[in-house]
């Protein structure tokens, strides 16, 4: 079965530090991709970044990167020199392709408060 | 280009009241997806459509809540009647023609059942 986890409820941390935001992932599929979304307080869901199975390439943009390692399911988001305008819910999610039309599995997300 | 664009963005009724929520995809989205979020459950598929017509609906919690989709812009959850335990955010949000795609999503409407 399709699964998502990400461990870390809640995590807080002072502007500039670096901050790393996990997710591991269950699928039986080996067709399958990765989706991070940030919810800001103003409550939509924004997409940042797709990975697929076969890409294991780590991928950095601006102060994001995501970190994809197969042997672990894990696909792992780092923010480095966190801002206060990261502060969000983070959502990690699975979508497999035998499901057409990418049926997303959310995890349950990871709540980012940086402090000035 | 305009997002995925949800009406109303804030709800409140009373219990045993008909509620529906509105939704038109990105022009152009294959699919259109139904999600519902609460703190307990967090975010939920409820069902979703693949050129208007429905392929799961799985996740639709009991008889009560219901989902048209009577052409490619414009799709409808109806609560009928609504309960208290309907108390959510319920977003829309489409996608193009592949499990590739990311989708994108509206706003989302606040519901409150009293």
């Known amino acids: 079965a399709q699964k998502v986890t990400q461990a870390q409820t809640e995590i807080s941390v002072v502007e500039k530090e670096d901050v790393t935001l996990d997710c591991v992932y269950e699928t039986r599929d080996t067709t399958y991709y990765l989706f991070w979304y940030k919810q800001p307080p103003s409550g939509e869901l924004v997409f940042l970044i797709r990975?697929?199975?076969?890409?294991?390439q780590n991928e950095i943009s601006g102060r994001y990167s995501w970190n994809f390692q197969k042997s672990t399911s894990s696909f792992n988001f780092t923010i480095t020199a966190s801002q206060v305008v990261d502060s969000a819910v983070y959502f990690c999610a699975l979508s497999e392709a035998y499901n057409q039309g990418g049926k997303l599995i959310f995890g349950q997300g990871t709540e980012l408060s940086v402090k000035p | 280009d305009a997002g995925v664009i949800q009406s109303p963005r804030h709800e409140v009724t009373e219990m045993g009241q008909e509620v529906t929520l509105r939704c038109k995809p990105i022009?152009?989205?294959?699919?259109l997806f139904w999600y519902r979020q609460t703190m307990m459950r967090g975010l939920e598929l409820l069902i979703y459509?693949?050129?208007?017509?429905?392929?799961?609906d799985s996740g639709m919690p009991e008889d009560r809540f219901s989902a048209k989709m009577p052409n490619a812009s414009f799709s409808t959850l109806k609560i009928q009647p609504s309960e208290p335990r309907d108390s959510a955010v319920y977003f829309c949000?489409?996608?193009?023609?592949?499990?590739?795609?990311?989708?994108?999503f509206g706003p989302g409407t606040r519901l409150t059942v009293l």
């Open positions: 459509f693949n050129n208007n017509v429905p392929i799961d």
């Open positions: 990975r697929n199975s076969f890409d294991e």
């Open positions: 949000a489409s996608s193009l023609n592949t499990a590739y795609n990311e989708q994108f």
């Open positions: 022009s152009g989205h294959d699919y």
